[in-house]
Nanobody
């Protein structure tokens, strides 16, 4: 069974940084678009960032542009999300997800992803 496992979450002060990582087992990342989503308490899961097959195309939710960076290493089957200049509104559970996609496709809707990790908590204190 395919598994995605996130790590790197934690508690950080506003303005600080975290690096989230997602590792896959039993799946080869090479033909999947990879995304990061987050869910705050009482809110719906929302798109954060996504990256295409070869890493040549990245998309970001407007509020994280210039602060977050998504990257992938297909040889290691990992996708990372660097979170800089964190704000209290970035608090939530962060999920990585994989979508079987065309080479240039980068889904931004949760329904476009079929494989999900269990999530990692990010808490930003103000």
């Amino acid at each position: 069974q395919v598994q995605l496992v996130e790590s790197g979450g934690g508690l950080v002060q506003a303005g600080g940084s975290l690096r989230l990582s997602c590792a896959a087992s039993r799946v080869t990342f090479g033909t999947y678009a990879l995304g990061w989503f987050r869910q705050a308490p009482g809110k719906e899961r929302e798109f954060v960032a996504a990256i295409s097959w070869g890493g040549g195309r990245q998309l970001y939710e407007d509020s994280v542009k210039g602060r977050f960076t998504v990257s992938r290493d297909n040889a290691k089957n990992t996708v990372d999300l660097q979170l800089d200049s964190l704000k209290s509104e970035d608090t939530g559970v962060y999920y990585c997800a994989a979508a079987s996609a065309t080479v240039s496709s980068v889904p931004t809707r949760a329904t476009g992803y079929g494989i999900w990790g269990q999530g990692t908590q990010v808490t930003v204190s103000s």
